[in-house]
């Protein structure tokens, strides 16, 4: 198993069927209460610390931003994880997620203290689907490999990690980024959802217009379908680390409940 899609269409054979929602099934825009807390999620092959720069952002503009560790061992521990940190939060609160830490918000956010959720070149299941069943229908990326190891978790491929993950970084950060990946269980592609909180609540998305890890009409496709206020950014997939201010841009519009033409 070297593709990742190839990987989550695999692991989608055991999964429930799609449940069918349009971008009119998601939250009508609303004005969420301001918030002042903001919770980061990474995705796979990643930890938490590549949020560095969007932090640094945010807290000098007076967010109290708290950033979560997953385990990346199922879907059930990193909802877990993530729950933990918002039940510390004091106050209305936007819920961002990275790429697989989009399906983690995406059931972590019927939390009450999230007001809205931010989509980071993030997955965007609905209730009764699985993060593999997002990618039928699209093109697979052949920078994104993924190496699978006999118990189950699999890493992006160490000699394509730049060009799949991160190709518009500088070489150091690049191989930092590489050997600081934390593995995933592959079989977390395949746990269906129980809840959507973007049916609910206000979402808005940031797409990396030079994403290799995802076909670009499928990050299009996600974020229309549950009705986010988009945003495009020519980054790789590693945006959130290449393309802060844009990312922390966006979140801030999210904490004051503000769309694009507003």
Do not use: C
Request: aromatic share 8%; glycine share 8%.
């Amino acid at each position: 198993m070297s593709m990742l899609k190839t990987a989550v269409l695999a692991a989608a054979l055991t999964a429930s069927a799609v449940s069918g929602a349009y971008a009119s099934d998601a939250a009508t825009p609303t004005t969420p209460t301001p918030a002042k807390n903001v919770v980061l999620v990474h995705g796979a092959f990643a930890d938490g610390s590549g949020w560095r720069p969007v932090y640094e952002l945010l807290t000098a503009r007076g967010y109290r931003v708290s950033i979560v560790q997953n385990p990346l061992t199922s879907l059930e521990d990193d909802v877990a994880a993530t729950r933990r940190v918002l039940d510390r939060q004091d106050g209305p609160t936007v819920l961002v997620g990275h790429s697989w830490g989009g399906t983690v918000i995406t059931e972590a956010g019927m939390h009450d203290t999230v007001t809205a959720l931010v989509y980071v070149s993030a997955l965007a299941p609905d209730a009764g689907e699985t993060t593999a069943q997002q990618y039928a229908g699209f093109a697979p990326t052949p920078e994104f490999v993924i190496d699978t190891a006999a118990d189950g978790f699999g890493i992006v491929r160490p000699a394509q990690f730049k060009a799949g993950f991160a190709h518009d970084t500088t070489d150091a950060d690049a191989a930092f980024l590489r050997d600081s990946q934390v593995p995933i269980h592959m079989a977390a592609f395949a746990t269906p959802l129980t809840q959507a909180a973007w049916r609910s609540k206000p979402s808005w998305a940031v797409i990396a217009t030079e994403d290799k890890a995802f076909d670009q009409a499928m990050l299009v496709h996600m974020a229309e379908r549950i009705g986010a206020d988009i945003t495009r950014v020519s980054a790789s997939h590693a945006l959130f680390y290449t393309q802060p201010g844009v990312v922390a841009e966006v979140i801030e519009r999210a904490a004051q409940g503000v769309r694009q033409g507003e």
